[in-house]
């Protein structure tokens, strides 16, 4: 399958095109110029537009006293609900410490307590306090300057903007040995091109896009993700989107990216509460109002449920600096009329990250060899059911070093493309509200066999809707139908309910159900699926 595009007008080369901009891409294409491999950097508006930016609470790693990479992996372990692979999730914890301190000598400055030690915060579902942060709660934007800073000094780096994602490009083998794309440019570079390389990494990001309300920025459309299912990769774990359960509530009709309250502003103290006014997790969990983030959520949509309100109360008033530690948050209540330091926050759950993505091993390889992914984008199995708060930015910086490190250590020559006659998709734009609509509806926060079942319905109406007009919103719109379907399919497959997929019609966890769910689709456009064991392994298991 491939998107309907133009034929390629023009071409590019580089040893390795990393396609994304986030903390997954920078970090590896970083990583990859200390073994002396061209980068070409694609990236879809500018390089700073993407999901990393907007992160607020930090990075987590075992860094303080008291802590250790073993207590880390196990408070992901359990906010993973019995999914996690453990061998990812030894890798993310053990080598996260390191990854943290060679950021920091790549010029990220993080907020120091007032002994002068790098301040830890604490956020839901961890039992230290183990999170980084910069500027209050500006973490993911310090962590942007940073690695952008230094991608700017590396002449071996070309960065393409305003470059979407196509397709991939295969060789005679049906390996990956280039992707094609289309530029918003001047001079050569404009138009549909391609860009050939001898391995591609796709870092492209979430998908937040699916539902109506996310944190997620107007970038994040999964694009990369959809390349890979077209390609032939598995996508796995796709069921489990995480809700924030703290997203500033501004209204029924607000619709794309809605401001995060970030979990930190829990961690400094502040405390959920129902319209009654009622302080409500600690009935529901040890952790009262620092439980896992799948647990928050649930219990806020049971609260809204159960009176018919469309949020909840975040009550913060007794954080005393909380301007000073939350600028961000504090000027984006104040833009919406809330003084957090007086008055209560209304808040509720929206979509924020995808823990599943494109099924990938410890090395970042997909099953497609020459593609690999990292990031949001990846499903390394690190996550499982319920990725824990602050876990991503460490894994974009632990495995995008690791799959640097495996492509200078295997990487090919260069291949020619060979012509492709797969079959064209391409979707009306007009399709997307409907679309995300029906996501936010039918496969949000709580699931069930009728709403998943009425959704899939709606899926498929919408996907007669099609087109000649190939453009960014057509080709956007396709990509976000690809995901969509994926999700509904896997969240009627998984009966039970674990983690951050919530289904009423099967209220409890099964044990039967510690298995992972792969989807793929044939090269005419037909899906299935397969149940898998838990291990990163079987990732090759499926071959193209
Ligand atoms: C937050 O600051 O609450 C978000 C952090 C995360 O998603 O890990």
């Known amino acids: 399958m491939r998107l309907r595009a133009a034929k390629p007008g023009w071409?590019?080369?580089?040893?390795?095109?990393?396609?994304?901009?986030?903390v997954a891409g920078l970090t590896t294409a970083l990583q990859i110029r200390a073994h002396n491999l061209s980068v070409l950097l694609v990236t879809k508006a500018r390089v700073d537009s993407g999901s990393?930016?907007?992160?607020?609470?930090?990075?987590?790693?075992?860094?303080?006293?008291?802590?250790?990479?073993?207590?880390?992996?196990?408070?992901?372990?359990?906010?993973?609900a019995g999914l996690c692979d453990v061998n990812a999730v030894k890798v993310l914890v053990s080598e996260g410490p390191e990854a943290v301190r060679k950021l920091i000598a790549r010029g990220a400055v993080?907020?120091?307590?007032?002994?002068?030690?790098?301040?830890?915060?604490?956020?839901?579902?961890?039992?230290?306090?183990?999170?980084?942060?910069?500027?209050?709660?500006?973490?993911?934007?310090?962590?942007?300057?940073?690695?952008?800073?230094?991608?700017?000094?590396?002449?071996?780096?070309?960065?393409?903007?305003?470059?979407?994602?196509?397709?991939?490009?295969?060789?005679?083998?049906?390996?990956?040995?280039?992707?094609?794309?289309?530029?918003?440019?001047?001079?050569t570079r404009d138009g549909v091109g391609q860009a050939l390389a001898r391995a591609v990494v796709i870092a492209t990001g979430g998908l937040g896009q699916v539902f109506s309300q996310t944190t997620n920025p107007s970038v994040s459309t999964g694009d990369g993700v959809a390349l890979a299912l077209r390609a032939g990769a598995d996508v796995a774990d796709v069921e489990f989107i995480q809700f924030h359960p703290t997203v500033l509530w501004i209204g029924d009709s607000s619709r794309g990216q809605q401001p995060l309250i970030s979990e930190a502003v829990r961690g400094e103290g502040a405390i959920l509460k129902n319209l009654k006014g009622e302080a409500f997790m600690k009935y529901v969990h040890p952790l009262a109002d620092l439980a896992p983030r799948d647990i928050v959520a649930k219990e806020i949509s049971r609260q809204m449920l159960s009176?018919?309100?469309?949020?909840?109360?975040?009550?913060?008033?007794?954080i005393p600096d909380f301007p000073e530690r939350f600028p961000t948050i504090y000027q984006s209540c104040l833009n919406h009329g809330i003084n957090p330091t007086i008055e209560l926050i209304p808040v509720a759950p929206a979509s924020h990250y995808a823990s599943g993505g494109v099924r990938v091993d410890?090395?970042?390889?997909?099953?497609?060899?020459?593609?690999?992914?990292?990031?949001?984008?990846?499903?390394?199995?690190?996550?499982?059911?319920?990725?824990?708060?602050?876990?991503?930015?460490?894994?974009?910086?632990?495995?995008?070093?690791?799959?640097?490190?495996?492509?200078?250590?295997?990487?090919?020559?260069?291949?020619?493309?060979?012509?492709?006659?797969?079959?064209?998709?391409?979707?009306?734009?007009?399709?997307?509200?409907?679309?995300?609509?029906?996501?936010?509806?039918?496969?949000?926060?709580?699931?069930?066999?009728?709403?998943?079942?009425?959704?899939?319905?709606?899926?498929?109406?919408?996907?007669?809707?099609?087109?000649?007009?190939?453009?960014?919103?057509?080709?956007?719109?396709?990509?976000?139908?690809?995901?969509?379907?994926?999700?509904?399919?896997?969240?009627?497959?998984?009966?039970?309910?674990?983690?951050?997929?919530?289904?009423?019609?099967?209220?409890?966890?099964s044990q039967a159900w510690e298995k992972r769910i792969h989807q793929r689709i044939d090269s005419n456009g037909t899906w299935s699926s397969?149940?898998?064991?838990?291990?990163?392994?079987?990732?090759?298991?499926?071959?193209?």
């Open 307 to 318: 009176s018919g309100s469309k949020h909840v109360w975040l009550d913060a008033t007794k």
């Open 362 to 509: 410890l090395f970042g390889r997909s099953a497609i060899p020459g593609l690999y992914v990292c990031g949001e984008s990846a499903c390394t199995g690190a996550h499982g059911a319920n990725r824990l708060a602050s876990n991503s930015l460490l894994e974009g910086l632990v495995f995008g070093a690791r799959i640097a490190e495996n492509i200078a250590a295997s990487i090919p020559e260069f291949s020619a493309p060979k012509q492709s006659n797969s079959v064209e998709i391409l979707l009306d734009p007009v399709i997307r509200t409907a679309l995300q609509q029906a996501m936010s509806r039918g496969a949000g926060v709580v699931r069930s066999k009728e709403s998943l079942d009425e959704t899939l319905m709606t899926l498929q109406k919408l996907a007669l809707f099609t087109t000649n007009e190939a453009n960014i919103d057509s080709w956007e719109t396709t990509n976000l139908y690809y995901l969509a379907t994926a999700i509904v399919r896997s969240a009627l497959e998984r009966s039970e309910s674990r983690g951050s997929h919530w289904r009423a019609d099967f209220p409890n966890v």
């Open 530 to 544: 397969e149940i898998a064991e838990l291990g990163v392994t079987d990732v090759f298991s499926t071959t193209k």
């Open 11 to 22: 071409s590019a080369k580089a040893d390795v095109v990393v396609i994304g901009s986030g």
């Open 110 to 187: 993080f907020d120091l307590s007032e002994t002068g030690e790098i301040a830890l915060t604490r956020e839901g579902g961890h039992l230290r306090n183990r999170i980084l942060h910069a500027g209050g709660d500006a973490t993911g934007a310090e962590v942007s300057r940073a690695l952008l800073a230094a991608v700017k000094n590396d002449n071996g780096i070309e960065v393409l903007e305003n470059a979407l994602v196509i397709d991939a490009l295969k060789n005679e083998n049906g390996d990956v040995c280039g992707v094609t794309l289309h530029v918003i440019g001047a001079g």
């Open 52 to 80: 990393t930016k907007w992160a607020q609470g930090g990075i987590a790693a075992a860094l303080g006293p008291g802590d250790t990479p073993d207590q880390h992996e196990k408070d992901t372990l359990v906010a993973g």
